[in-house]
């Protein structure tokens, strides 16, 4: 079992930045996925980025791509998804998760949600224009 616990959330105005960071929690191993999802009102949950726990890869959607940055801090059991330039459609509740592997491949390959097996709750990210 993992446990995951978005925070970071809030209120920023467009062209700003955000750090939003995922609390991880239980039985993680290098070749498990982190992955950021996020879903606004009245649209289906996207895929945002992932990262491998080994902090090895990472895979950004096309929409954030230039302007996210996902990390991962072992020491910490933490992953981070730092955004910049921040617009309006980029409000959502942004949702973390966790697949598990025992195995390692392209990152690509794990980008909808069905390929996970954990989820925190989600933190409101508000983008004002």
């Known amino acids: 079992q993992v446990q995951l616990v978005e925070s970071g959330g809030g209120l920023v105005q467009a062209g700003g930045s955000l750090r939003l960071s995922c609390a991880a929690s239980g039985r993680i191993l290098s070749t498990d996925i982190i992955g950021w999802f996020r879903q606004a009102p009245g649209k289906e949950r996207e895929f945002v980025a992932n990262v491998r726990w080994s902090g090895t890869s990472t895979y950004y959607a096309n929409s954030v791509k230039g302007r996210a940055t996902i990390s991962t801090d072992r020491a910490k059991n933490t992953v981070a998804l730092q955004m910049i330039s921040l617009k309006p459609e980029d409000t959502a509740i942004y949702y973390c998760?966790?697949?598990?592997?025992?195995?390692?491949?392209?990152?690509?390959?794990?980008?909808?949600?069905?390929?996970?097996?954990?989820w925190g709750q989600g933190t409101q990210v508000t983008v004002s224009s």
């Open positions: 998760a966790a697949e598990s592997l025992d195995y390692s491949d392209s990152l690509h390959f794990h980008t909808t949600q069905a390929s996970y097996d954990f």
